[in-house]
T-cell receptor, first 113, second 116 residues
């Protein structure tokens, strides 16, 4: 069964520091990968997605992620954290075109001033 | 443009009482519809999904049921709530009619259920 693992349920960074949120998937074939963000008491919204085109994917709000097949990873990064980035971030995977998404457990990002 | 509405936003119910959460989508037709539950520290758990009216697939055995009486309406129900049913319930849709699959899910604002 497909699965996705997010290392670190909580990540804390200082404002202006690099943000790195980790995501690894289990699959023998390249999957479709997504990062979603959830602000408090709201639904999720798509940050970015990888669908077998460029391995470095740019998303909204300055976030990007790189698909590394050799490491089965899809880590999310942002060069400089902003206070407004504080939220919960979910990595998700789909192993087939049109198949349901499976979400990771989420990582709560805290940004310190 | 497409919008998704969920209600109620907040609900406090006693153990053993019934439940009905409603979700409607506007601005699209024949969407795939999903119910997720989010419990603290456990991420999103897919509960049900539907590809059409009356077509419901259950992902996990549980105390809940879902129905899709109309194309853009998805209802989550329970006859008798358990304490473990507490959580944040999210409705989502995907697949614009006639368009390719993008994998992007569009979520509602969620319904927070507390069972006491």
């Amino acid at each position: 069964a497909q699965s996705v693992t997010q290392l670190g349920s909580h990540v804390s960074v200082s404002e202006g520091a690099l943000v790195l949120l980790r995501c690894n998937y289990s699959s023998s074939v390249p999957p479709y990968l997504f990062w979603y963000v959830q602000y408090p008491n709201q639904g999720l919204q798509l940050l970015l997605k990888y669908t077998s085109a460029a391995t470095l994917v740019k998303g909204i709000n300055g976030f990007e992620a790189e698909f590394k097949k050799s490491e089965t990873s899809f880590h999310l990064t942002k060069p400089s954290a902003h206070m407004s980035d504080a939220a919960e971030y979910f990595c998700a995977v789909s192993m087939e075109y049109g198949n349901k998404l499976v979400f990771g457990a989420g990582t709560i990002l805290r940004v310190k001033s | 443009s497409q919008t998704i509405h969920q209600w109620p936003a907040t609900l406090v119910q006693p153990v053993g009482s019934p439940l009905s959460l409603e979700c409607t989508v506007e601005g699209t037709s024949n969407p795939n519809l999903y119910w997720y539950r989010q419990a603290a520290g456990r991420g999103l758990q897919l509960l049900f999904y539907s590809v059409g009216i009356g077509q419901i697939s259950s992902e996990v055995p549980q105390n809940l049921s879902a129905s899709r009486p109309q194309d853009r309406q998805f209802i989550l129900s329970s006859k008798k709530l358990l304490l473990s049913d507490s959580g944040f319930y999210l409705c989502a849709w995907d697949r614009l009619a006639g368009g390719p699959w993008t994998g992007e899910l569009f979520f509602g604002e969620g319904s927070r259920l507390t069972v006491l």
